[in-house]
């Protein structure tokens, strides 16, 4: 029932597309998130890393592959952030 799927080339797609800044001359850009720099030099999976962030959340029906609409961001803030509108806290419960 997951939308947030990821269709087969996805990963390669977005690898390209983060390449495509270094291959302009562009090795940091900041994070769509949190604002402070990411170094798009940086691969993995580690927390600082690159990665996707789709403008339009994808489970909202954004598109997947419309590059036009991606920005970079920490593979931590995109993480953190996923595609969930912050939650409400749960409160004390007033039952007793
Ligand atoms: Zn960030």
Request: hydrophobic share 35%.
């Amino acid at each position: 029932m997951s939308r947030n799927h990821r269709p087969a080339g996805y990963y390669r797609l977005a690898a390209r597309w983060l390449d495509a800044h270094l291959a302009q001359g562009i090795e940091v850009v900041p994070c769509a998130v949190c604002g402070l720099p990411v170094d798009l030099n940086h691969r993995g999976r580690d927390p600082d890393s690159r990665s996707v962030d789709h403008l339009v959340p994808v489970s909202k029906g954004g598109p997947m592959l419309d590059t036009s609409l991606w920005r970079v961001a920490h593979y931590r803030c995109n993480t953190a952030r996923g595609n969930k509108t912050p939650r409400p806290k749960l409160r004390p419960s007033r039952a007793w």
